[in-house]
């Protein structure tokens, strides 16, 4: 289990830093929190969420097993955004 976290971890960090590259190129440093969370929460829900959906469209995954896995990509993409609205430089 020690493995899997440490590569959950990992992939954290990388969809974190896309969503920080894409709201750093398309905001400003004195950028408002709203716009800040909606360019972090869209990068960070397609990192978390919409790659899954290919698997029920060409693997026939379940779709219900599908949609619980994007309700978790947008909590992580909420906490993501949220944590880059607070912290964005002002």
Request: glycine share 8%.
């Amino acid at each position: 289990m020690g493995k899997n976290l440490a590569m959950w971890f990992v992939y954290c960090v990388v969809v974190s830093t896309l969503s920080a590259y894409i709201a750093g190129r398309a905001l400003t440093p004195e950028a408002h929190y709203l716009s800040v969370f909606r360019f972090a929460g869209a990068t960070a829900f397609i990192g978390y969420s919409v790659a899954l959906w290919q698997n029920s469209i060409w693997y026939r995954r379940a779709w219900s097993t599908t949609l619980k896995q994007t309700f978790d990509g947008l909590v992580y993409a909420l906490l993501t955004a949220g944590t880059f609205g607070w912290l964005w430089p002002a």
